[in-house]
């Protein structure tokens, strides 16, 4: 029963907002008489101008807040050079319909003589039409202006939205990154990988050590950093291949040759060390004989592209799990870049080729090899 209640009285609120608009139009005649008058006005000749005025309102009024609306909408997709004098002339032939239905109103009550008719009806429309244009001008751009604002709105909540959802996303691959750093396999090779150069070699193994230590610092600022200089994440994919190349020798081959002017060119933290990864998963570690990954960086039409390319079998993105470092890469670039971004594989002669397309904002030369 109460939500029956509740139902009827949002449902009654536009009517009752109609209501005390017409009301509030309503006082506007007796105050231009209050203030155009050089001499004392009667109450009563005031209550008498506010009621006829009380009646033109609500006959007008109703008229145009039943049809104006409806007219208004059908005409959006018009110029606002046709929009705005269409919306004038339907209120003004709401105003004359409005000021016939009111004087009648007036006359079969017995507020005033049938002889006065015509006289009242072309007396009243100026100041009718003056009226009724006004305030059906001013509802028009409020509401204009208020659908703006809504929009307005609208779209910050939604970029808001996709700002969350692509943070959620980062700290999922800053998680899967620092998962497979800390991984007990990895830094169990890592560290005998150490081990063995100490004796042999112990400034590389120090500075293993040292790139060890700054993936993993990358790895934990990666989620703050959402999108990171592409130079400094070719320091982190450097780092990292240098520590696998650690563990897997010569079977372990790369040449990371970025063009020039890229240095400042802004990825997504972890992005291009994501599809490294996967390469030296799949077409370095299962494979006795090893093989070359190769990255490139270039700047094309606007946009930065950077390719991975690696002698692994061959697959399909829409095979990679749900999860997958390939996967959630993909709905990163989504929630930062929208369309402006991609991911995709090319395959040719037996190598995989992942190619990263973002937009580009330039940047000095970057160029690293091995």
């Not at 050089?38 to 039943?66: C, D, K, W």
């Not at 009111?102 to 006289?119: E, H, V």
């Not at 002698?311 to 369309?339: C, I, M, W, Y």
Request: hydrophobic content about 45%; charged content about 20%.
């Amino acid at each position: 029963m109460k939500l029956v209640t509740g139902d009827r009285i949002r449902n009654c609120r536009p009517l009752v907002k109609i209501l005390l608009l017409n009301t509030a139009f309503a006082f506007i005649p007796p105050i231009l008489l209050l203030a155009m008058s050089s001499e004392h006005v009667p109450v009563r000749r005031l209550l008498i101008t506010f009621g006829f005025s009380l009646v033109y309102a609500h006959s007008i009024g109703g008229l145009n807040f039943a049809t104006v609306p409806r007219l208004w909408g059908s005409v959006q997709k018009f110029g606002p050079w046709l929009r705005w004098p269409l919306r004038a002339g339907a209120i003004f032939a709401n105003t004359v319909v409005g000021s016939l239905l009111a004087c009648l109103i007036l006359t079969a009550f017995g507020w005033m003589s049938w002889d006065l008719y015509w006289p009242e009806f072309w007396g009243s429309l100026k100041i009718a039409t003056l009226i009724s244009i006004l305030a059906g001008i001013s509802i028009g751009i409020y509401e204009t202006f208020q659908g703006r604002l809504e929009e307005s709105a609208l779209q910050l909540r939604t970029k808001q939205l996709e700002h969350e959802r692509a943070l959620k996303l980062a700290t999922a691959a800053q998680l899967a990154s620092l998962e497979s750093r800390i991984h007990p396999h990895f830094l169990f090779n890592t560290l005998n990988s150490i081990s063995s150069l100490i004796p042999e070699d112990p400034k590389r193994a120090e500075r293993l050590v040292e790139q060890m230590a700054a993936l993993l610092r990358f790895s934990l600022d990666a989620n703050q950093a959402g999108l990171v200089p592409l130079a400094a994440e070719m320091k982190v994919v450097a780092d990292y291949l240098e520590i696998e190349r650690a563990r897997f020798g010569d079977r372990l081959r790369y040449q990371i040759d970025v063009a020039g002017d890229l240095d400042a060119a802004r990825v997504p933290a972890l992005a291009v060390q994501t599809l490294v990864e996967n390469s030296v998963k799949y077409a370095i570690a299962s494979n006795r004989a090893g093989g070359e990954i190769s990255i490139t960086g270039s700047r094309e039409n606007g946009s930065l592209r950077v390719a991975v390319t690696d002698q692994g079998p061959g697959f399909t993105l829409e095979s990679a799990p749900a999860g997958h470092g390939l996967d959630n890469l993909k709905d990163r670039l989504v929630s930062l870049f929208g369309d402006e971004a991609a991911l995709r594989l090319d395959r040719r002669e037996n190598r995989n080729s992942m190619i990263l397309t973002v937009p580009y904002n330039g940047g000095p030369h970057a160029r690293i090899s091995s």
